[in-house]
Nanobody, 122 residues
């Protein structure tokens, strides 16, 4: 059973930075494609970033390209999302997810975390 636990969310001013962490069950980040999604109230879940299980490729949503970076630490079984130049429209609950299939941009991952709230004030 894969377990994912997000942390690092909070309140930040526009222009600021946050780093989200996703602690995964042992072996997960080296066996599954890992992704980050977000969901704002009244909106559909949106793709943010993803990484191929090998770590060789990364993918980003258009709205975060150039501002967010996905990375991982194999030894710690943890995936990170570094978020810079935050905007009020980045406010959402952020979810970590793991997938056995390479459908990076679709919210059809096999396992999901509980989410962490990110609020960006103007």
């Amino acid at each position: 059973q894969v377990q994912l636990v997000e942390s690092g969310g909070g309140l930040v001013q526009a222009g600021g930075s946050l780093r989200l962490s996703c602690a995964a069950s042992e072996g997960t980040v080296s066996s599954y494609h890992m992704g980050w999604f977000r969901q704002a109230p009244g909106k559909e879940r949106e793709f943010v970033a993803a990484m191929h299980w090998s770590g060789g490729s990364t993918y980003y949503g258009d709205s975060v390209q150039g501002r967010f970076t996905i990375s991982r630490d194999w030894a710690k079984n943890t995936v990170y999302l570094q978020m810079n130049s935050l905007k009020p429209e980045d406010t959402a609950v952020y979810y970590c997810a793991a997938s056995a299939r390479a459908n990076y941009r679709l919210p059809r991952y096999d396992y999901w975390g509980q989410g962490t709230q990110v609020t960006v004030s103007s």
